[in-house]
C-alpha cells in the first residue's frame, strides 16, 4: 500500500501519462464492456495486457512521467532511478499500478 503523500505527488505525473497517450480515448475505441457470456476474468487479462503494449509502445513519450514516478515510489531522486537494473525499476512501476487502492484513487482523481 502506497502512502498518501506519495500517492498524492504521483497524481500529477499520473494524470500528464493519462493526457499524453489519451487514455480515455484508447480505453473507449478498444476495451469491449463484458456481457454475460463473457469471461471476465479472461477479458480483464486480455484488456491488461492490450493497455501494458499500448504504454510500452508510447513510453517515448512518457519516459520522464514514468521515472518520476518510480523515483517517488522508491524515495530516489530521478537521477538514481537511471542508473539502477531496467528490472527494478520496472518492477516499481508495474507494482505501483497493481496497487488496488491507488488505482482506484488515480481513477476517482482524473474523472
Known sequence: MIQTEKALDMLPHAAEI???????NY???N????????NVDELRVKSGVSLMLYVVKNSKKI???????????????????????????????KNVFADS???????EAMK
Open 27 to 29: 480505453i473507449q475505441k
Open 31 to 38: 476495451f469491449k464492456q463484458a456481457s454475460k457470456d463473457d
Open 101 to 107: 487502492e491507488l488505482v482506484a484513487f488515480f481513477k
Open 63 to 93: 519516459k520522464t512521467e514514468m521515472l518520476e514516478i518510480v523515483a517517488i515510489a522508491q524515495e530516489n531522486t530521478m537521477e538514481e532511478v537511471k542508473k539502477q537494473p531496467l528490472t527494478k525499476t520496472i518492477e516499481t512501476f
Open 18 to 24: 493519462y493526457e499524453k497517450l489519451d487514455l480515455q
